[in-house]
């Protein structure tokens, strides 16, 4: 593993939740990425599948646009979601035998600075804990398309929150209250608020805990803020009893929709 050790990787993650490695996607993927991200939020499917969209307001310019498993509907996005370095370096920070795909998410943060631009604080195990065991080792790879800057909004963590347990009602991706959320979070006494902003250069990665607090603010730059999050999980995972025929888990034995990253 290059620029960081798997030690290092290994011991922030552990400690706060979430840990970064620069360069694992190359320019020119990234450049045909944006071109394919373009033509899959403009209703152009290259496989015939259609993804699941969600955007509160359609209307709104502002607002992030967040597109559900729009890998399945584009061979530049699944070339993009299984591109060897990120499983690799997922499968070194959690010393995994077994890196496989469950659920992708396309995101893209237009500029405008509003408060529609936000993503509320959540913990992602907010909205798996229906699907998963509690003890399942599934995470989230978010990969930076384009330069992440300090005014783009980028995803903010709360250091450390990953040993703050689970709350599932303190929270919400969908509600752009940031304030109130950290308010609540705060109120937990678990431990000192220190946010933490995942600035990233074009290619880069950050991989965080299912627990890890984080949220985002406005893009108040000029560009767009893209990536993808990709939630993933090892071998040391299992599907809540009846729970097999939920959205995404129900396709783990479909590798062509779900596929495995690392393999040892």
């Given at each position: 593993?290059?620029?960081?050790?798997?030690?290092?990787?290994?011991?922030?993650?552990?400690?706060?939740?979430?840990?970064?490695?620069?360069?694992?996607?190359?320019?020119?993927?990234?450049?045909?990425?944006?071109?394919?991200?373009?033509?899959?939020?403009?209703?152009?499917?290259?496989?015939?599948?259609?993804?699941?969209?969600?955007?509160?307001?359609?209307?709104?310019?502002?607002?992030?646009?967040?597109?559900?498993?729009?890998?399945?509907?584009?061979?530049?996005?699944?070339?993009?979601?299984?591109?060897?370095?990120?499983?690799?370096?997922?499968?070194?920070?959690?010393?995994?035998?077994?890196?496989?795909v469950w659920a992708v998410q396309l995101l893209i943060k237009p500029p405008g600075g509003t408060p529609s631009g936000h993503v509320g604080w959540h913990q992602d195990f907010q909205y798996w804990h229906s699907?998963?065991?509690?003890?399942?080792?599934?995470?989230?790879?978010?990969?930076?398309?384009?330069?992440?800057?300090?005014?783009?909004?980028?995803?903010?963590?709360l250091r450390g929150s990953n040993q703050w347990g689970f709350h599932k009602d303190i929270g919400d991706f969908f509600d752009?209250?940031?304030?109130?959320?950290?308010?609540?979070?705060?109120?937990?006494?678990?431990?000192?608020?220190?946010?933490?902003?995942?600035?990233?250069?074009?290619?880069?990665?950050?991989?965080?805990?299912?627990?890890?607090?984080?949220?985002?603010?406005?893009?108040?730059?000029?560009?767009?803020?893209?990536?993808?999050?990709?939630?993933?999980?090892?071998?040391?995972?299992?599907?809540?009893?009846?729970?097999?025929?939920?959205?995404?888990?129900?396709?783990?034995?479909?590798?062509?929709?779900?596929?495995?990253?690392?393999?040892?």
């Amino acid at each position: 593993m290059s620029e960081r050790n798997a030690d290092d990787l290994r011991s922030q993650f552990s400690r706060d939740g979430f840990t970064t490695q620069e360069s694992l996607v190359p320019a020119d993927l990234l450049e045909r990425v944006t071109a394919h991200m373009d033509a899959v939020t403009a209703g152009d499917y290259e496989t015939g599948r259609t993804p699941n969209h969600h955007r509160i307001k359609p209307d709104d310019a502002t607002e992030i646009i967040k597109i559900d498993n729009a890998h399945l509907s584009d061979h530049t996005l699944m070339e993009l979601v299984s591109y060897p370095a990120l499983g690799a370096f997922a499968a070194t920070v959690m010393d995994a035998a077994m890196v496989q795909v469950w659920a992708v998410q396309l995101l893209i943060k237009p500029p405008g600075g509003t408060p529609s631009g936000h993503v509320g604080w959540h913990q992602d195990f907010q909205y798996w804990h229906s699907k998963w065991e509690p003890d399942s080792e599934v995470f989230t790879l978010w990969v930076a398309i384009n330069d992440v800057t300090a005014d783009m909004g980028p995803m903010c963590m709360l250091r450390g929150s990953n040993q703050w347990g689970f709350h599932k009602d303190i929270g919400d991706f969908f509600d752009s209250d940031i304030e109130k959320h950290l308010e609540q979070i705060r109120g937990l006494g678990a431990g000192p608020i220190d946010e933490v902003p995942i600035l990233l250069n074009a290619g880069g990665a950050s991989l965080h805990a299912r627990l890890t607090y984080h949220g985002s603010a406005a893009n108040t730059s000029t560009q767009p803020r893209r990536s993808f999050a990709i939630h993933l999980r090892t071998e040391r995972s299992k599907v809540l009893p009846g729970a097999e025929d939920s959205e995404y888990v129900r396709d783990l034995g479909d590798l062509e929709r779900c596929p495995i990253i690392y393999s040892a």
